[in-house]
């Protein structure tokens, strides 16, 4: 489980939390997930950036409790066949994997000048993983 708590500035449009398979910036490593909410266009965008290539992008309606100028937390939970994501309390979205998870090993958060990050927890469950499908 990722926990990232933070702001985006007052006047900021977008950013991006990447969970990636190698360091690098934005579109320099893989990404098994790419999270970006989209201030200027009221949606968020999830995918998975691969081999140099942008999957199937997902994106739903309605916008969460999510604004510019405003503090934020977002969840990421990992489960065996999906992330779960959840805003301020709230749960928003899953993404199925697209990549095993096993992989991952870097985030990247960003969009620098618009996103302030104040703290990242990450919690790695001892053992096999004890999130059930439909517990969260």
């Not at 190698?22 to 266009?41: C, S, V």
């Not at 994501?85 to 749960?91: S, Y």
């Not at 990549?99 to 990450?122: A, F, Q, W, Y």
Request: proline share 7%; glycine share 10%.
């Amino acid at each position: 489980m990722i926990k990232v708590n933070g702001q985006l500035t007052p006047q900021g449009q977008w950013f991006h939390i990447n969970l990636q398979l190698g360091f690098g910036d934005h579109e320099a490593a893989d990404a098994a997930l790419h999270f970006n909410p989209r201030f200027d266009e009221s949606r968020i965008v999830r995918n998975s950036y691969l081999n140099r290539d942008w999957g199937h992008e997902e994106s739903n309606g309605g916008w969460p409790n999510l604004q510019s100028g405003y503090p934020f937390e977002i969840i990421i939970l990992a489960t065996m066949n999906e992330y779960r994501v959840a805003i301020n309390g709230q749960h928003y979205c899953t993404y199925a994997h697209r990549v095993g998870m096993d992989r991952v090993n870097h985030l990247n958060i960003g969009k620098p000048g618009e996103v302030t990050v104040s703290c990242i927890t990450i919690t790695t469950p001892p053992g096999p993983a004890p999130h059930q499908p439909g517990s969260w």
